[in-house]
């Protein structure tokens, strides 16, 4: 069974950092498309990055040089490192699994404010 | 990249069929056979309920369908029924440096 959890957010002040992991289970992160998807209170979804199995990254313009997406093979988990964040960054982010989002996690809710 | 187009409320009684609309371009909707749709239920996860315009995966009731003519992407459900009320969204592949694109969302009320 195909599980996706995610783990890291919280409140964080404008200009800070924060790293966002999503432990996988039920296959494995590095053959898979894996991707992060972010929906701000009240609002819709946003692709934010993905992962390709051989390893190309992709970026929303939004998040562009302030956030990396990465995976570790030995723990069958993804990142998303999120630097100099932003009011506007303050979202649900989950982590999805295919190209079309097939799987999702249950979320973990970052909050950007000082 | 502009999110995708669906009104933002669509009801239909118990039993009747209703339509979602999602509007693109060529760069996205109209390029590509990879559109997708998704329900989520107030305070949950988004669930894949169609993909590749029209396939459904395992375990998705047959109520629900999708197709596309050139820029517009639609979802069908049939026989609606209570737990069908929930906000349903589309994405699309798209050739800008975006990649994927996300729809509007809209509201499912069940009458």
């Known amino acids: 069974e195909v599980q996706l959890v995610e783990t890291g957010g919280g409140l964080i002040q404008p200009g800070g950092s924060l790293r966002l992991s999503c432990a996988a289970s039920?296959?494995?992160?590095?053959?898979?498309?894996m991707s992060w998807v972010r929906q701000a209170p009240g609002k819709g979804l946003e692709w934010v990055s993905v992962?390709?199995?051989?390893?190309?990254?992709y970026y929303a313009d939004s998040v562009k040089g302030r956030f990396t997406i990465s995976r570790d093979n030995s723990k069958n988990t993804l990142y998303l490192q999120m630097n100099s964040l932003r009011a506007e960054d303050t979202a649900v982010y989950y982590c999805?699994?295919?190209?079309?989002?097939?799987?999702w996690g249950q979320g973990t809710l970052v909050t950007v404010s000082s | 990249q502009s999110a995708l187009t669906q009104p933002a409320s669509v009801s239909g009684s118990p039993g009747q069929s209703i339509t979602i609309s999602c509007t693109g371009t060529?760069?996205?909707?109209?390029?590509?056979?990879?559109v997708s749709w998704y329900q989520q239920h107030p305070g949950k996860a988004p669930k894949l309920m169609i993909y590749?315009?029209?396939n459904r995966p395992s375990g998705v009731s047959n109520r629900f369908s999708g197709s596309k003519s050139g820029n517009t992407a639609s979802l069908t459900i049939s026989g609606l029924q209570a737990e069908d009320e929930a906000d349903y969204y589309c994405?699309?592949?798209?050739?800008?440096?975006?990649?994927?694109?996300f729809g509007t969302g809209t509201k499912v009320t069940v009458l």
């Open positions: 992962i390709y199995s051989g390893g190309s990254t």
């Open positions: 590749d315009v029209s």
């Open positions: 060529s760069s996205d909707v109209g390029g590509y056979n990879y």
């Open positions: 994405s699309s592949y798209t050739s800008s440096s975006t990649l994927f694109v």
């Open positions: 999805a699994e295919g190209l079309s989002f097939d799987y």
């Open positions: 039920g296959f494995t992160v590095s053959s898979n498309y």
